[in-house]
């Protein structure tokens, strides 16, 4: 069944998952292929065998005492009540700098799969659930797109999954260099960049643009068809203007016959501590079905 909810919601400031926190919750740090990651774990977890991975945004990392996510009181209050309902959570730097979040490439996923399959050996995950915020919504949609992982249910913030939108530079946030920097290729132009013309872009991303990729219609068969979706964002998102995404991915959802629900509130921002704090439970209890 799916629902669109709206509100008024105040003006948050730019960032997501970057603002500080006032208190942390106890995650350990360590390295899988060379990229920090974190997990947060139960002693005795009630679901120990699914775990939560997150796809954290652009400019987002994880290193080896703390992360962006867990610097943001939104942010670990969500994982505090996952973590609560004997959940585990866990995310990948998946090659990040705190300029780029890879947006998707080859090199994020794997760092992404390198986690998923260290859970499996060492914690016996079996089943996993992701929360996507921003551009972590591209490595997320490449995953399932290519059967790489499967997941039961997917919360997704804010999502930018639409390279080429995202080329254009919504709301005069150059995303050029950062997209460029990820698939390695020299762009034609400067902020906004020309997706149409600039063949160095169209070739570098072939294949990894999500909304690109798939066109007018999901595949049938796409990996992401039984996943339980819940898409979540702000109609006056200054980053995420262009209908390519949010609305697009929710549209596209509903014709393909997934389980989605859509949460689309009121409000200029592309931040999204709102969300999480007036939608927490209702993301805990879709990622617990």
């Known amino acids: 069944m799916t629902a669109l909810f709206t509100r008024r919601a105040a003006l948050l400031g730019a960032g997501l998952c970057l603002q500080e926190a006032r208190a942390s919750i106890p995650l350990k740090h360590f390295k899988v292929d060379g990229e920090w990651c974190f997990l947060g774990m139960q002693a005795r977890p009630n679901n120990g065998d699914r775990a939560v991975i997150l796809f954290d945004g652009n400019g987002t990392t994880v290193g080896a005492d703390t992360s962006s996510w867990e610097k943001n009181a939104a942010c670990t209050a969500l994982s505090q009540a996952i973590l609560d309902a004997g959940i585990p959570v866990a995310q990948s730097n998946r090659t990040a700098t705190p300029e780029n979040g890879m947006w998707g490439n080859a090199a994020s996923q794997r760092s992404i799969l390198a986690l998923m399959e260290l ?16 551009a972590g919504g591209a490595s997320l949609l490449n995953l399932l797109l290519d059967h790489k992982a499967s997941f039961d249910a997917a919360a997704v913030f804010a999502p930018a999954i639409s390279l080429e939108s995202m080329y254009r530079c919504p709301g005069g946030i150059d995303r050029v260099k ?13 902020c906004p960049g020309d997706p149409e013309k600039d063949l160095e872009f169209r070739r570098a991303t072939e294949g990894f643009d999500p909304i690109r990729r798939i066109g007018s219609a ?10 339980s979706w819940m898409v979540l964002y702000h109609h006056g998102d200054p980053k995420v203007l262009p209908l390519e995404n949010g609305g697009r991915l929710v549209q596209l959802l509903r014709q393909s016959g997934a ?31």
Do not use: C
């Open 119 to 134: 859970l499996r050996k060492d914690h016996g995950i079996r089943r996993f659930s992701a929360i996507t915020v921003s």
């Open 178 to 190: 950062g997209i460029a920097e990820a698939y390695r290729f020299k762009p034609l132009t400067g």
């Open 218 to 227: 999901l595949p049938k068969d796409w990996a992401g068809s039984k996943t």
């Open 259 to 289: 389980q989605v629900r859509e949460v689309a509130i009121e409000g200029q921002t592309h931040n999204s501590d709102d969300l999480m704090r007036d939608y927490g439970q209702d993301v805990v209890r879709l990622l617990m079905d």
